[in-house]
């Protein structure tokens, strides 16, 4: 073997130093994204519905679910929200972590690892336990991304708030984890792969490549 | 199945070696059975076959289980079967060390995902130990190994471009793959430091090869091609073997031990029918083992008889030694600025590698650094499947998911391929205690990095430092080494040598102990090298096969048992 993708790694090394046994699920293929017939892989292949119409979180509690909803919102935003839905996804680049399914993603991906419930369960309850006298959910927006910023930037750090500096490291990863692996989140960032190409991809010809000097 | 029926040969293993055997032999005229310790697979259920993440469960990040299982492993993924590679055969390290020992025990091998680098070796490799007085010489030449070489490169396609480097012998290619972005970036950067920064050996088809198509660059190379457009046996070699009606497969056929006749010679193997649990014996006038590298000498080392006390074909005591890996790691990476907000770019096109560093140390004098031999590098980065930048950029919000977007075509690094040199601290033996699930004594690595390996390291931290930020990256640090056995590419536990008394094989891969026992892997390699195995492993095959061919024209093992020359 050879090379690969440093990016990939880092994730799985990161998850890989907190993971430890728990409930096998064996291996499940949900998705066909390629079940039709030729001519194959010349387009991103569209996926089912990456969510039901209601979910029912299988962790989280309802309020927690709201809140990592809400959280994982403010950590990877829609924006251009001033238009409507509809429009606003159909430009990928503006889309949010509700519009992927994250808080979806996260309720699952810690069902399934033992290692992960303690660490979500007291950094919500941190969270909360931070919001003054309300709880996080009932915190108005600015106020919410101003708990969020004390926790999140290192000039705002305070010592005594260690629990939550983790817990935001922790929500972010998952968030961004859940994010680009969707099918809109890939399509934010326009991921060139896994389509067809006739030849090897070339760099063009052009004023970019000239500036580079190379 | 005919239990009485003597093959003309028995193959171990149906990966590089044993498909090159299998191919070379049955189409020279001779029956083969093949022995294959996991099943078939079928590149439509058990391959990627261009799954979105979002199309398996976990999103390729696998479950908790799994990644426990696979250390995280990045070939061995939820994208695939999850018995592709092998988890139910235990096998021990050493008391305070741990090799991570990824095997695919299906039919093919590591050939279906392998990473497809494939450089020739040279005389600097062959003749190294004449150029720098450490260790020994291959008993074999370029000129020798050279017709091989290219008639495999013809065979399976390899992508390149004329070298013109004498440590790095160009062979026969197909166009290399065109450069990216980053390549150009790090080329220009590598140029400013003395770097040689070149197309790698590629054997992935950027034209068609016979009936094989040509690469579509969809990038999940190492998760299985569902068109067969690189080189692994089952699209390869296994169907022309069965074109022949000579070749017999069988399959979940775990190899237990290599049976002698009472003059010591092979006569056949028993094996455990995994479905069945039974042992299975099958007979054969020669044996060809290639099961790869350390499960070779495992095989070997469980056959013991009373010719051969301490394993079969070990009366120099080499059975098992000279255990020889490439240390892999991060030796550097960061990202390059000028790709800023640029806009994506198919930069994975082939999973692995489109350049690499071809060895540039020790190439005009052998002590030139404060190692011995040499390393070599392969590049990567631009943009993935998924974003790089994330941990590093401070914050959260609108601003956050742009910089991750303004970042994605930017990342690079470089993987170091460094080779461990002999030790007699690195070797494979039998644990004297642990059976594995089907009461096979199991095999125990030894195994620790040597001096010179972790100099080049060292070397090789220092030096892409100096190149990415020649080429105008910033630079964010590097890794540590993967655990030995990560690379696939161990090396030496048979080596072949002219010497009975000092090495395992003869330059043939025939055991000096037993003439009509043949290996074909990375076992009888004398060293690592800069280069990967699979195209050397392939070419002495070539070699070794028509060498039986020959022997069984003369004669020699044309009855039952072998009858030494």
């Known amino acids: 073997m050879a090379g690969q993708h440093p990016t990939r790694r880092q994730v799985l090394e990161a998850l890989s130093a907190a993971a430890i046994a728990a409930t096998a699920q064996g291996f499940c293929r949900w998705n066909w994204a390629f079940a039709q017939g030729p001519p194959r892989h010349t387009h991103i292949a569209p996926s089912a519905p990456h969510r039901a119409a209601t979910y029912h979180p299988v962790f989280f509690t309802p309020p927690q679910y709201s809140a990592v909803v809400a959280l994982a919102e403010l950590i990877l935003p829609a924006t251009a929200q001033h238009r409507p839905a509809v429009h606003r996804v159909s430009n990928p680049a503006n889309a949010g972590a509700t519009d992927a399914g994250v808080a979806e993603f996260i309720d699952f991906m810690v069902s399934q690892d033992a290692s992960l419930?303690?660490?979500?369960?007291?950094?919500?309850?941190?969270?909360?336990?931070?919001?003054?006298?309300?709880?996080?959910?009932?915190?108005?927006?600015?106020?919410?991304?101003?708990?969020?910023?004390?926790?999140?930037?290192?000039?705002?750090?305070?010592?005594?708030?260690?629990?939550?500096?983790d817990f935001f490291v922790l929500m972010r990863k998952y968030t961004v984890m859940g994010f680009y692996t969707s099918r809109i989140g890939l399509e934010s960032i326009d991921y060139p792969g896994l389509r067809f190409y006739a030849e090897s991809p070339s760099v063009p010809q052009d004023a970019f490549l000239h500036s580079l000097g190379v | 199945m005919d239990t009485s029926k003597t093959y003309d040969v028995i193959v171990i293993g149906t990966g590089a070696g044993g498909g090159m055997a299998?191919?070379?032999?049955?189409?020279?005229?001779?029956?083969?059975?093949?022995?294959?310790?996991?099943?078939?697979?079928?590149?439509?259920?058990?391959?990627?076959?261009?799954?979105?993440?979002?199309?398996?469960?976990?999103?390729g990040f696998d479950s908790p289980a799994r990644r426990a299982q696979t250390e995280g492993y990045y070939m061995d993924n939820e994208y695939i079967s999850p018995d592709v590679w092998e988890h139910e055969i235990e096998y021990s390290s050493a008391p305070g060390q741990h090799w991570y020992w990824p095997r695919c025990n299906s039919v093919g091998g590591k050939t279906n995902f392998w990473g497809r680098s494939s450089a020739r070796m040279g005389d600097i490799d062959f003749r190294a130990a004449s150029?720098?007085?450490?260790?020994?010489?291959?008993?074999?030449?370029?000129?020798?190994?050279?017709?091989?070489?290219?008639?495999?490169?013809?065979?399976?396609?390899?992508?390149?471009?004329?070298q013109n480097r004498a440590s790095n012998p160009d062979g026969d290619y197909l166009p290399a793959f065109n450069y990216r972005y980053i390549d150009l970036l790090l080329q220009a950067g590598a140029n400013k430091v003395g770097v040689p920064y070149l197309p790698d050996r590629t054997a992935q088809l950027t034209q068609s090869v016979g009936d094989h198509p040509a690469c579509h660059y969809c990038g999940n190379c190492t998760n299985g091609c569902d068109v067969g457009a690189f080189f692994s046996t089952p699209y390869f070699l296994l169907p022309d073997a069965r074109k022949t009606g000579r070749f017999e497969l069988r399959t979940n056929a775990l190899a237990r031990e290599v049976l002698v006749d009472t003059d010591g010679n092979a006569k056949g193997v028993a094996y455990i029918d995994r479905t069945t649990r039974q042992e299975v014996q099958v007979y054969a006038k020669a044996v060809v083992v290639a099961a790869s590298c350390v499960s070779t000498a495992h095989i070997l080392l469980n056959s013991k008889s009373r010719h051969h006390p301490t394993g079969l074909a070990n009366s120099s005591g080499q059975l098992g030694k000279n255990l020889c890996d490439h240390m892999y790691g991060d030796a550097g990476h960061g990202y390059l600025p000028q790709l800023l907000g640029r806009p994506s770019f198919p930069d994975n096109v082939s999973a692995a590698t489109i350049a690499w560093t071809p060895r540039w140390q020790n190439l005009n004098s052998p002590h030139e650094e404060k190692f011995i031999r040499g390393y070599s590098m392969y590049p990567g980065g631009g943009c993935g499947e998924f974003p790089s930048g994330w941990e590093d950029i401070e914050g959260f919000g609108a601003e956050y998911k742009a910089e991750i977007k303004r970042r994605y075509p930017t990342p690079v690094g470089f993987t170091v391929q460094a080779p461990?040199?002999?030790?007699?601290?690195?070797?494979?033996?039998?644990?004297?205690?642990?059976?594995?699930?089907?009461?096979?004594?199991?095999?125990?690595?030894?195994?620790?990095?040597?001096?010179?390996?972790?100099?080049?390291?060292?070397?090789?931290?220092?030096?892409?430092?100096?190149?990415?930020?020649?080429?105008?990256?910033?630079?964010?640090?590097?890794?540590?080494?993967?655990?030995?056995?990560?690379?696939?590419?161990?090396?030496?536990?048979?080596?072949?040598?002219?010497?009975?008394?000092?090495?395992?094989t003869n330059r043939y891969g025939q055991t000096h102990?037993?003439?009509?026992?043949?290996?074909?892997?990375?076992?009888?390699?004398?060293?690592?090298?800069?280069?990967?195995?699979?195209?050397?492993?392939?070419?002495?095959t070539l070699r070794t096969s028509e060498y039986i061919v020959q022997q069984f024209k003369g004669g020699r093992f044309s009855t039952d048992g072998a009858k030494p020359a």
């Open chain 1, 117 to 165: 419930q303690p660490r979500f369960r007291t950094g919500l309850q941190w969270m909360d336990e931070s919001a003054g006298t309300k709880d996080f959910l009932t915190l108005s927006s600015p106020e919410q991304t101003a708990l969020l910023q004390r926790i999140a930037y290192k000039k705002n750090f305070q010592p005594n708030e260690k629990p939550g500096q």
């Open chain 2, 22 to 59: 299998i191919h070379t032999l049955t189409a020279a005229g001779l029956n083969v059975c093949a022995l294959n310790a996991g099943r078939e697979l079928d590149p439509a259920k058990d391959f990627r076959d261009h799954k979105q993440p979002y199309d398996v469960r976990f999103r």
């Open chain 2, 131 to 162: 150029l720098d007085g450490f260790d020994v010489d291959w008993p074999i030449s370029y000129a020798e190994i050279a017709p091989f070489y290219s008639r495999v490169e013809k065979q399976i396609g390899v992508a390149s471009t004329r």
């Open chain 2, 420 to 504: 461990s040199q002999r030790s007699d601290k690195n070797f494979v033996d039998i644990h004297p205690d642990k059976k594995d699930i089907y009461g096979i004594p199991q095999a125990r690595i030894h195994f620790e990095w040597d001096a010179n390996t972790l100099a080049m390291w060292e070397h090789s931290k220092i030096t892409t430092k100096r190149l990415l930020l020649a080429a105008g990256a910033e630079y964010q640090g590097h890794g540590e080494p993967e655990s030995p056995g990560f690379s696939l590419h161990e090396t030496g536990t048979c080596r072949m040598g002219n010497d009975r008394h000092k090495f395992v």
């Open chain 2, 513 to 540: 102990d037993v003439p009509n026992l043949f290996l074909c892997d990375a076992s009888v390699l004398l060293n690592c090298t800069d280069k990967t195995t699979t195209l050397t492993i392939l070419a002495l």
